[in-house]
């Protein structure tokens, strides 16, 4: 069964007058459904210029692309083995809620993501020292 579709993170950015005002004309010319859909795809097609760029940065600096999700179950296996995750994700990194802060601790030495970190608020203060 598919997982389902992760929401869309928010960001706020400034634009001059001039390329609103350009980016308002294509919305009314119906060239876009919306601000947001000329934003979308101005994003998606510089990210696709650059997909070789982000393939070999993700891959020189280990950086696991995608979607992924770390439950207790995964952490407690861990614990067992003895060893110590460093999440290091371009995309999402999920952190299930069934994860108790103690056992994030016990088994996560640090993170980096690139994108967005999904868990519970007492899960992030338990690692604030380990984000980076």
Known sequence: MASPRPADEKITINVGC??????DLLVQE???????DLIRTAIRNQLAAQVDVVRQVASRKSLVLGIQHY???DLQ???AAGQMLQIRVLGLAVIAPDVTPALALATIESI???GALHASPAVKAALAARIH
Not at 30 to 36: L, V
Request: no cysteine; charged share 15%.
């Open 18 to 23: 001039v390329d609103l005002g350009q980016i």
């Open 30 to 36: 119906g060239f876009y459904a919306n601000r947001t």
């Open 71 to 73: 439950g207790a179950a």
């Open 77 to 79: 296996a861990t614990k």
């Open 112 to 114: 980096t993501v690139l």
